[in-house]
Protein backbone atom coordinates (compact mmCIF):
# COMPACT_ATOMS: atom_id res chain seq x y z
CA UNK A 1 0.00 0.00 0.00
CA UNK A 2 1.13 3.63 -0.76
CA UNK A 3 2.78 5.23 2.11
CA UNK A 4 4.00 8.80 2.52
CA UNK A 5 7.24 8.67 4.10
CA UNK A 6 9.55 10.96 6.45
CA UNK A 7 13.35 10.74 7.14
CA UNK A 8 15.07 11.43 8.89
CA UNK A 9 12.71 9.80 12.02
CA UNK A 10 14.77 11.39 14.34
CA UNK A 11 16.97 14.61 14.32
CA UNK A 12 19.07 16.27 17.16
CA UNK A 13 20.03 20.33 16.49
CA UNK A 14 22.08 22.96 17.90
CA UNK A 15 19.91 25.96 17.96
CA UNK A 16 20.91 28.81 15.43
CA UNK A 17 21.65 25.79 12.59
CA UNK A 18 19.26 24.95 9.69
CA UNK A 19 17.69 21.66 8.89
CA UNK A 20 16.07 20.37 6.51
CA UNK A 21 13.22 17.80 6.96
CA UNK A 22 12.63 15.54 4.02
CA UNK A 23 9.41 13.77 2.49
CA UNK A 24 8.11 11.24 -0.02
CA UNK A 25 4.83 11.80 -0.56
CA UNK A 26 2.33 8.93 -2.22
CA UNK A 27 3.15 9.59 -6.19
CA UNK A 28 -0.41 10.12 -7.50
CA UNK A 29 -1.05 12.99 -4.73
CA UNK A 30 -1.08 16.76 -6.02
CA UNK A 31 -1.47 18.19 -2.69
CA UNK A 32 1.17 18.37 0.17
CA UNK A 33 1.19 19.65 3.76
CA UNK A 34 3.24 20.31 6.80
CA UNK A 35 1.91 19.78 10.40
CA UNK A 36 3.88 20.17 13.55
CA UNK A 37 3.08 19.12 17.19
CA UNK A 38 4.81 20.28 19.91
CA UNK A 39 4.84 17.49 22.84
CA UNK A 40 1.87 17.52 24.64
CA UNK A 41 0.02 19.67 22.59
CA UNK A 42 -2.51 19.55 19.32
CA UNK A 43 -0.94 19.03 15.78
CA UNK A 44 -1.37 22.49 14.01
CA UNK A 45 -0.95 22.92 10.29
CA UNK A 46 2.15 24.83 8.94
CA UNK A 47 2.03 24.91 4.86
CA UNK A 48 0.17 23.25 1.94
CA UNK A 49 1.69 23.33 -1.53
CA UNK A 50 0.16 22.45 -4.79
CA UNK A 51 1.54 23.13 -8.45
CA UNK A 52 4.81 23.84 -7.12
CA UNK A 53 3.36 26.71 -4.57
CA UNK A 54 2.72 27.80 -1.38
CA UNK A 55 -1.32 27.61 -1.49
CA UNK A 56 -1.83 27.99 2.42
CA UNK A 57 0.16 28.82 5.51
CA UNK A 58 -0.48 29.59 9.14
CA UNK A 59 1.17 32.50 11.50
CA UNK A 60 3.31 29.76 12.97
CA UNK A 61 4.95 29.75 9.08
CA UNK A 62 7.09 32.88 9.57
CA UNK A 63 10.42 33.54 7.49
CA UNK A 64 12.57 31.19 8.88
CA UNK A 65 10.28 28.12 7.17
CA UNK A 66 10.45 27.09 3.61
CA UNK A 67 9.26 24.29 1.67
CA UNK A 68 10.47 23.19 -2.11
CA UNK A 69 10.05 19.86 -4.40
CA UNK A 70 12.86 19.99 -5.74
CA UNK A 71 12.50 17.12 -8.05
CA UNK A 72 9.23 14.54 -8.75
CA UNK A 73 8.96 13.12 -5.59
CA UNK A 74 10.62 14.96 -2.81
CA UNK A 75 9.15 17.48 -0.66
CA UNK A 76 11.28 19.12 1.97
CA UNK A 77 10.73 21.31 5.32
CA UNK A 78 13.50 24.20 5.84
CA UNK A 79 14.08 26.17 9.37
CA UNK A 80 17.00 28.33 8.00
CA UNK A 81 18.05 29.53 11.98
CA UNK A 82 16.19 26.44 14.67
CA UNK A 83 15.27 27.90 18.21
CA UNK A 84 14.56 25.68 21.17
CA UNK A 85 10.83 26.21 20.51
CA UNK A 86 10.87 24.66 17.09
CA UNK A 87 11.27 21.67 18.72
CA UNK A 88 8.55 19.18 17.77
CA UNK A 89 7.30 16.18 15.91
CA UNK A 90 6.98 17.13 12.00
CA UNK A 91 4.21 15.80 9.97
CA UNK A 92 4.38 15.51 6.37
CA UNK A 93 1.16 14.73 4.48
CA UNK A 94 -0.11 14.54 1.21
CA UNK A 95 -3.77 14.13 -0.80
CA UNK A 96 -5.02 13.62 -4.36
CA UNK A 97 -7.51 16.59 -3.86
CA UNK A 98 -7.63 19.15 -1.76
CA UNK A 99 -11.07 17.78 -0.47
CA UNK A 100 -9.91 13.92 -0.54
CA UNK A 101 -8.03 11.83 2.39
CA UNK A 102 -4.81 13.13 4.02
CA UNK A 103 -2.52 10.50 4.15
CA UNK A 104 0.57 11.10 7.01
CA UNK A 105 4.01 10.07 7.26
CA UNK A 106 5.15 8.61 10.45
CA UNK A 107 7.08 12.05 11.53
CA UNK A 108 10.60 13.68 12.04
CA UNK A 109 11.41 14.43 15.83
CA UNK A 110 13.29 17.31 15.75
CA UNK A 111 15.11 18.23 19.12
CA UNK A 112 16.56 21.69 18.86
CA UNK A 113 19.31 22.04 21.49
CA UNK B 1 -11.65 29.48 21.35
CA UNK B 2 -11.11 26.04 20.01
CA UNK B 3 -12.66 25.52 16.68
CA UNK B 4 -12.81 21.07 17.31
CA UNK B 5 -13.92 19.93 21.01
CA UNK B 6 -13.35 16.34 21.56
CA UNK B 7 -14.28 14.49 24.86
CA UNK B 8 -13.80 12.83 27.02
CA UNK B 9 -9.90 13.88 26.91
CA UNK B 10 -9.31 10.56 28.79
CA UNK B 11 -11.23 7.62 28.62
CA UNK B 12 -10.47 3.69 29.94
CA UNK B 13 -12.36 0.65 29.38
CA UNK B 14 -11.94 -3.04 29.95
CA UNK B 15 -11.83 -5.39 27.19
CA UNK B 16 -15.16 -5.98 24.95
CA UNK B 17 -16.83 -2.52 26.10
CA UNK B 18 -18.57 -0.37 23.72
CA UNK B 19 -16.08 3.30 23.61
CA UNK B 20 -17.91 6.29 22.23
CA UNK B 21 -15.76 9.36 21.40
CA UNK B 22 -17.27 12.45 20.55
CA UNK B 23 -16.41 15.86 19.01
CA UNK B 24 -17.92 19.19 17.85
CA UNK B 25 -16.73 21.93 15.75
CA UNK B 26 -17.75 25.31 15.28
CA UNK B 27 -16.49 26.26 11.64
CA UNK B 28 -18.11 24.95 8.15
CA UNK B 29 -16.56 22.49 6.96
CA UNK B 30 -15.79 19.91 3.51
CA UNK B 31 -15.03 16.78 5.70
CA UNK B 32 -14.18 15.29 9.31
CA UNK B 33 -11.22 13.45 9.93
CA UNK B 34 -10.91 10.39 12.36
CA UNK B 35 -7.49 9.76 12.80
CA UNK B 36 -5.17 7.64 15.25
CA UNK B 37 -2.29 8.33 17.05
CA UNK B 38 -0.12 5.74 18.85
CA UNK B 39 2.78 6.35 21.62
CA UNK B 40 5.36 6.61 18.85
CA UNK B 41 3.63 9.27 17.32
CA UNK B 42 2.76 8.14 13.71
CA UNK B 43 -0.40 9.43 12.80
CA UNK B 44 -3.07 7.14 10.80
CA UNK B 45 -6.10 7.93 8.98
CA UNK B 46 -9.07 5.93 10.21
CA UNK B 47 -12.13 8.01 8.38
CA UNK B 48 -12.85 10.85 6.24
CA UNK B 49 -16.81 11.55 6.43
CA UNK B 50 -18.78 14.37 5.21
CA UNK B 51 -21.81 13.13 5.81
CA UNK B 52 -24.10 10.00 7.37
CA UNK B 53 -21.86 6.99 8.61
CA UNK B 54 -19.03 4.66 8.05
CA UNK B 55 -17.92 1.22 8.97
CA UNK B 56 -14.71 -0.44 9.26
CA UNK B 57 -14.06 -3.16 10.68
CA UNK B 58 -15.27 -2.78 14.34
CA UNK B 59 -15.49 0.94 14.08
CA UNK B 60 -17.63 3.30 13.22
CA UNK B 61 -18.26 6.74 12.65
CA UNK B 62 -21.06 9.61 12.02
CA UNK B 63 -21.50 12.89 12.08
CA UNK B 64 -24.31 15.42 12.03
CA UNK B 65 -23.46 18.28 9.50
CA UNK B 66 -26.19 20.19 11.31
CA UNK B 67 -25.44 19.73 14.20
CA UNK B 68 -21.43 19.69 13.62
CA UNK B 69 -20.68 16.92 15.53
CA UNK B 70 -19.18 13.59 15.27
CA UNK B 71 -18.94 9.99 17.08
CA UNK B 72 -16.18 7.50 16.02
CA UNK B 73 -17.52 4.48 18.14
CA UNK B 74 -15.48 1.10 18.73
CA UNK B 75 -17.25 -2.23 19.28
CA UNK B 76 -15.94 -4.95 21.20
CA UNK B 77 -12.55 -2.54 22.37
CA UNK B 78 -9.34 -4.22 22.54
CA UNK B 79 -6.19 -3.70 24.38
CA UNK B 80 -4.73 -3.23 21.02
CA UNK B 81 -6.94 -0.02 20.87
CA UNK B 82 -5.39 1.81 23.25
CA UNK B 83 -4.18 5.29 21.01
CA UNK B 84 -4.97 8.93 21.12
CA UNK B 85 -7.73 9.15 19.07
CA UNK B 86 -7.81 12.61 17.06
CA UNK B 87 -10.68 14.52 15.61
CA UNK B 88 -9.48 16.77 12.36
CA UNK B 89 -11.58 18.51 10.28
CA UNK B 90 -11.03 20.02 6.92
CA UNK B 91 -11.57 23.29 5.73
CA UNK B 92 -8.59 23.44 2.71
CA UNK B 93 -6.42 21.98 5.44
CA UNK B 94 -6.98 20.26 8.34
CA UNK B 95 -7.71 21.96 12.37
CA UNK B 96 -7.07 19.10 14.58
CA UNK B 97 -8.92 18.50 18.01
CA UNK B 98 -6.85 17.47 21.20
CA UNK B 99 -7.42 13.75 21.06
CA UNK B 100 -8.79 11.42 23.06
CA UNK B 101 -6.60 9.41 24.84
CA UNK B 102 -7.65 5.51 25.10
CA UNK B 103 -6.39 2.79 27.33
CA UNK B 104 -8.37 -0.19 26.89
CA UNK B 105 -7.48 -3.05 29.64
CA UNK B 106 -7.42 -6.96 29.54
Known amino acids: EPEVTQTPSHQVTQMGQEVILRCVPI?????FYWYRQILGQKVEFLVSFYNNEISEKSEIFDDQFSVERPDGSNFTLKIRSTKLEDSAMYFC???????????FGQGTRLTVV | KNEVEQSPQNLTAQEGEFITINCSYSVGISALHWLQQHPGGGIVSLFM???GKKKHGRLIATINIQEKHSSLHITASHPRDSAVYICAVRLTWLIFGTGTRLQVFP
Open chain 1, 27 to 31: SNHLY
Open chain 1, 93 to 103: ASSRGSTTEAF
Open chain 2, 49 to 51: LSS
